[in-house]
């Protein structure tokens, strides 16, 4: 989610680029609403509709919840481990 100072550095970016002020505005409203919505989302970390009795979604549940762990395990040993770094990291 974009912070204040986020924002800034977009609308910067998009002046830059030949977005006049009503199209940064455009761009700052929508950024704002998606963020509005993540949040109220995020809220309850998507698990405002989960049925615990369920089957199914708890094996869904579980599946989402380990490739998250594995995801941040692997984003951790890409910077951790110095030879994995440039190759798998990100590019500039």
Known sequence: ?????GAD???????????????QQQTLFTLSACQQM???????KGLA???RN???ET????IVDFTK???????????????LGPLLGPSQ
């Open 54 to 56: 369920d089957e199914m």
């Open 9 to 23: 550095n977009l609308a910067s970016q998009a002046s830059s680029q030949g977005c006049n002020s009503e199209c």
């Open 69 to 83: 762990d594995l995801l941040k395990a692997t984003v951790q040993i890409v910077y951790e481990v110095p030879v």
């Open 38 to 44: 993540l949040s109220v989302l995020a809220a309850d």
């Open 49 to 51: 509709n989960y049925d």
């Open 59 to 62: 094996l869904l549940k579980d």
């Open 1 to 5: 989610m974009p912070s204040e100072k």
